[in-house]
């Protein structure tokens, strides 16, 4: 149990960046609560925690007459513990979010705005190294695409499949490409026939389609069909679900699988889609540290981090229309309730735009 708690730790220090002095106020107010279990013989791990105990817990806790700051900093602490132990998928579900508690209103999440995400994209383009690709990627795929950071870097390249994309050596038997497969068969007939291969068809613009006689629909649809793509992840307790990602993020994995990743691979096997330097698979330190120094050079004042994408992802798509079912979808979330948060972030929004707007505001 004590393993998990000092993971905790460790992402509180690297990923963040809290101070030495809170991360060993973290460590006391949890090995306090890993004595109480211990003691107690409640649970022999933390999947086996329910609220029942914890709030037997903090019930001891009062008896032991702490004041009431000092009781809510320690279940403030032992909620974030739960809530990380989720997002990891240590623990099916988070007992905690009902725990008493003075601080039990819930933050809501911070998003960037279009314009903000649009300057920490612009950080790493254009990509004229393998690292520079790989980031790219890593930024266009995780605001694409909503997955967490542990889904991201969990990520094999066999679970990407993206139309078109050109490979050499080991990679090029990994994917098996049939992204016109949803393409009438027809319209597939007749336009590789004059452009004279499915390849000249995945390559064709819209304009260069609708030359071999697509209506500017029927061309729109087959590029849309090439220039998207598909992506396996395992979210929280080991779900899988396939997340599609738009046109350009699809261009920045094509660009680091063609040119990027092999001239990180140092060794033969390794099927880990992003790398670091070393050949290994990157980590989530590894990607919170250079979205950290990304967002530094983009300007940004907020303390950016891949969740905050994932925020951001979820309050765009709602800002443009989406219903909330099809984010709840999207983001892999097991209950609505989850991804009603976000409806307050556009609540805002609409409140933002209002004062702006009316001239009597």
């Known amino acids: 149990m004590r393993a998990a708690v000092d993971s905790f730790l460790n992402h509180l ?23 109480y279990l211990e003691e107690s013989k409640q649970a022999k791990g933390w999947a086996q925690i329910d609220l029942e105990i914890l709030a037997l817990y903090v019930t001891e806790l009062r008896e032991r007459g702490y004041v009431s700051a000092t009781l809510n900093r320690k279940v403030a602490a032992v909620k974030s513990f739960f809530r990380y132990l989720a997002e990891e998928g240590s623990v099916p579900v988070d007992p905690t979010d009902p725990l008493t ?10 998003a960037l705005s279009e314009e903000d995400v649009d300057r920490l994209l612009a950080v790493v383009s254009p990509a004229t190294t393998p690292e520079r690709m790989r980031d790219r990627a890593m930024l266009e ?17 066999g679970d990407v499949d993206v139309a078109g994309i050109q490979l050499e050596g080991e990679l090029a038997d990994v994917f098996y ?15 590789a026939e004059q452009l004279g291969s ?4 995945k390559d064709a613009t819209p304009a260069v389609l609708m030359e071999t006689g697509l209506s500017e629909g029927e061309a729109q649809e087959v590029h849309a069909t090439l220039n998207t793509g598909v992506v396996r992840c395992q979210g929280k307790g080991g779900k899988e679900r396939m997340v599609t990602v738009n046109a350009v993020a699809v261009g920045a994995l094509k660009e680091y699988l063609a040119k990027g990743r092999q001239r990180l691979s140092k060794r033969p096997g390794e099927m880990a889609l992003l790398l670091n330097r070393r050949g290994k698979r990157l980590t989530r330190q590894g990607v919170w540290l250079l979205l950290k120094a990304y967002a530094g050079h983009a300007g940004l004042d907020m303390n950016v981090t891949p969740h905050t994408l994932r925020h951001s992802f979820a309050t765009h798509l709602l800002q443009g229309g989406a219903s909330l079912r ?30 702006r707007a009316h001239p009597r505001s």
């Open 141 to 157: 795929l995780l605001y694409a695409s909503g997955m967490r950071v542990t889904e991201l870097v969990s990520l094999d390249i």
């Open 326 to 355: 099809h984010v709840q979808e999207m983001l892999g979330h097991a209950s609505i309730a989850t991804t009603q948060i976000y409806t307050h972030l556009t609540g805002e929004h609409v409140r933002q735009e209002y004062a």
């Open 101 to 110: 508690s003075s601080h039990n209103s819930r933050r809501l999440p911070k």
């Open 13 to 35: 220090t690297v990923e963040r960046n809290l101070s030495p002095h809170t991360v060993t106020a973290y460590r006391n107010d949890l090995d306090q609560l890993t004595a």
């Open 177 to 191: 490409d049939e992204a016109l497969i949803s393409i009438d068969q027809p319209i597939k007939q007749r336009v």
């Open 198 to 201: 499915l390849k000249a068809v």
